[in-house]
C-alpha cells in the first residue's frame, strides 16, 4: 500500500507545484488596469500646498477624454505588491532608500546593543510613515498605522519619539541632535503640543522605551553596511501580528493607510 501510494502523493506535490507556477505565471501575465488609455496622476494635495509648485488639477482634468483617465489600481512604475502583503513586503517594495536604511540600521543598534524586542521592533518602526505616506507628524501617522499589529507598548513609543527627539536626556547620554539645528535652525521651538507630550513621556512607564527609540536613531549614511531585512523575520513574526487577509485587507482601523501606500497613484 505504502509503495502505491509514494508515486500518488509525488504525484499530487508535482501537480501542486506546476499549479503554483501557473499562478504565478498568471499574476505576472495579469494586466495593469485601465488598459489602452493614458493613466493620468494627480499627487496628493498635501504635498503641495504651501510651495511654490503649482496643483496640476485642472490641467489634468482639461486633458480627461476617452484616451485619458485618471490612475486607479497598480502603477507600472512601481513594483507589483502581493496580494496578501506583509510588513517585509512593504519594506521590500515602497519604502524609500533613506527610510529603509534607517530603519533598519537603527533596529539593528538596538538588537547589538541588547535591547528587548519591544525596543528593537519600535526602533524598526518608529519612523515608517516616511517611508511611503506623510512626514509631518510622523510619529503619530506611524503609530497610528502599526497600533492594530504590535503591542500598545511599541505603539506609544513609536508615538512619543517624535517629542522626546527634541529635549536631552543627559542621564543616559542623549543629547539635542546636531541635525536638528542644521534642519531646523539653532533658534527652533517646538510648540506647546509637542513640549506637553515630552512632559507626558517623560513621566510614563514606558519611558525608557521610547527614549531608547531616540538613543538609537541615528543617521548613517555611506559609512555603514544595511543590516539584511530578512535578518528581522523572527523578531516580525513574533511581534507583529500579520494580518491572513494581508495589510491593507483585513479591515482594520489603518487598513485603508496600508492601501493608500499599496496604491499610492489613485485619483480616489
Ligand atoms: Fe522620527
Ligand atoms: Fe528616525
Redesign the pocket.
Known amino acids: 500500500m505504502s509503495d502505491d501510494a509514494a508515486p500518488v502523493t509525488s504525484k499530487a506535490s508535482a501537480d501542486a507545484e506546476e499549479a503554483a507556477i501557473n499562478y504565478e505565471m498568471a499574476e505576472l501575465a495579469e494586466e495593469f488596469p485601465q488598459a489602452g488609455r493614458r493613466r493620468m496622476i494627480l499627487p496628493s494635495p498635501i504635498g503641495f500646498v504651501g510651495t511654490d509648485t503649482p496643483y496640476p488639477e485642472m490641467e489634468l482634468l482639461g486633458q480627461m477624454g476617452p484616451d485619458a483617465v485618471f490612475m486607479m489600481g497598480d502603477n507600472p512604475a512601481l513594483p507589483r505588491m502581493p496580494k496578501k502583503p506583509t510588513l517585509l513586503d512593504f519594506f521590500r517594495h515602497r519604502f524609500g532608500g533613506i527610510t529603509f536604511r534607517?530603519l533598519l540600521t537603527?533596529a539593528k543598534r538596538a538588537l547589538d546593543d541588547g535591547h528587548s524586542e519591544t525596543v528593537v521592533m519600535a526602533c524598526m518602526l518608529?519612523?515608517i510613515a516616511n517611508g511611503c505616506l506623510i512626514r509631518v507628524d510622523h510619529g503619530y501617522w506611524s503609530a497610528q498605522l502599526v497600533a492594530p499589529y504590535v503591542s500598545e507598548e511599541v505603539a506609544w513609543a513609536v508615538q512619543k519619539h517624535q517629542a522626546l527627539r527634541y529635549f536631552a536626556d543627559e542621564s543616559v547620554g542623549y543629547k539635542y541632535p546636531e541635525s536638528y539645528h542644521r534642519f531646523f535652525g539653532p533658534d527652533y521651538v517646538p510648540p506647546e503640543y509637542i513640549r506637553k507630550e515630552h512632559e507626558e513621556a517623560r513621566n510614563h512607564r514606558w519611558y525608557m522605551t521610547a527614549r531608547q527609540v531616540t538613543i538609537n536613531?541615528i543617521y548613517f549614511f555611506d559609512d555603514v553596511v544595511i543590516p539584511d531585512l530578512e535578518l528581522f523575520t523572527d523578531i516580525v513574526g513574533r511581534n507583529f501580528k500579520q494580518p491572513e487577509e494581508g495589510l491593507g485587507f483585513d479591515g482594520s482601523p489603518t487598513a485603508h493607510m496600508w492601501r493608500t501606500m499599496i496604491w499610492p497613484n489613485n485619483f480616489l
Do not use: A, K, L, T
Open positions: 534607517h537603527s518608529h519612523d536613531d
